[in-house]
């Protein structure tokens, strides 16, 4: 059963006449109503709010990083642990093949069912997951691997354990590890990037984000409580914040957009797998053109320009 948003009630209601007049074997009355579908699809998706976008990140039936996994790797093999404390299964790992490329994968994991979001602390990573994660972009490093990042997080986990293990120090660690790895980097928010959780696997030589994701230094809903005490004004929030792909690729915090199908990655995986898979090789391909200390000095240029200004 498909999951439908609030916006796409209309939609929705069209999927259903598809179906019913498909049962009744009446041709003429799908193709019409298909086209009104398409129609429908365009008006809306076009048109979007950034809280509606938001929505889309947060979509239950969008393709979490396991699903790309799956789709664009093959003889997968998944790296656990961070060698100090335990394996955080927020965080996933994996070396294999992409279009007979060895690459490595590191991703953040959100978690489908009430019992695997418990497994996974509902994507949000605790303190040996980014270490988890440190020390396979070391192992790419060693054997010369690209290394694949995928960011779908509300957040690092901010309990009284991640921050008795030093959570930020975790994160700060990675942020200075990663702005200096000798591989080629690829960074993609595939949902929702939130804040430092996101940051800790976002450092790269590429920075893009799927259509309908978000990049943000807090949840709307966060900031919202903060300035104005109630958390309802989260849509304005969103609004303010300037969260969305296309906002932030205007900012210049962001290098590219990746289209995944306008109706939504979670309406086609397999079409979002496919763009995505195609960014990340046409990517690498560009940088691996360039050197090592050129791709270096790139990156270097490129974190210390955000926040950059100048006087007229």
């Known amino acids: 059963m498909a999951t439908y948003l609030d916006f796409e009630r209309k939609i929705a209601q069209i999927e259903e ?27 809306t998706y ?3 709010t950034p809280y509606q976008e938001l929505q889309l990140a947060r979509h239950p039936d969008r393709p979490y990083a396991l699903d790309y996994i799956g789709l664009i ?64 972009a070391k192992l790419a490093e060693k054997f010369n691997l690209p290394l694949l990042m995928l960011i779908d997080t509300p957040g690092a986990y901010p309990g009284l354990g991640a921050e008795e293990r030093n959570q930020s120090e975790a994160i700060a660690t990675n942020l200075l590890e990663l702005s200096k790895l000798q591989t080629v980097t690829i960074s993609i928010v ?28 807090i ?13 309802s004004k989260g849509e304005a929030a969103t609004k303010a914040l300037k969260i969305t792909s296309k906002d932030l690729k205007e900012l210049g915090l962001i290098d590219d957009i990746i289209d995944e199908p306008l109706i939504g990655a979670h309406r086609d995986k397999k079409e979002s797998a496919n763009a995505l898979k ?35």
């Open 17 to 43: 006449d598809i179906i019913s007049a498909d049962l009744r074997h009446d041709t003429q009355a799908v193709e019409i109503l298909r086209k009104d579908l398409e129609k429908e699809v365009s008006k």
């Open 46 to 48: 076009k048109n979007l």
């Open 73 to 136: 790797l093959e003889d997968a093999y998944e790296l656990h642990g961070d060698r100090h404390f335990r394996d955080d299964e927020a965080i996933l790992c994996y070396m294999g093949r992409c279009e007979g490329r060895a690459v490595m994968v590191i991703a953040e994991q959100k978690g489908r069912g009430t019992k695997n979001k418990l497994k996974r602390n509902f994507g949000m990573p605790h303190p040996e997951g980014y270490r988890k994660a440190l020390r396979c």
């Open 190 to 217: 595939i949902g929702e990037g939130g804040s430092g959780g996101a940051l800790a696997i976002g450092v790269a030589d590429k920075l893009a984000m799927m259509r309908y994701s978000v990049f943000s230094v």
């Open 219 to 231: 949840s709307p809903e966060g900031c919202s409580a903060i300035l104005w005490d109630d958390p």
């Open 278 to 312: 195609i960014y990340f090789l046409d990517s690498l391909r560009t940088l691996e053109e360039l050197s090592a200390q050129e791709r270096l000095e790139l990156r270097y240029n490129k974190l210390t320009s955000v926040g950059a200004f100048k006087e007229e």
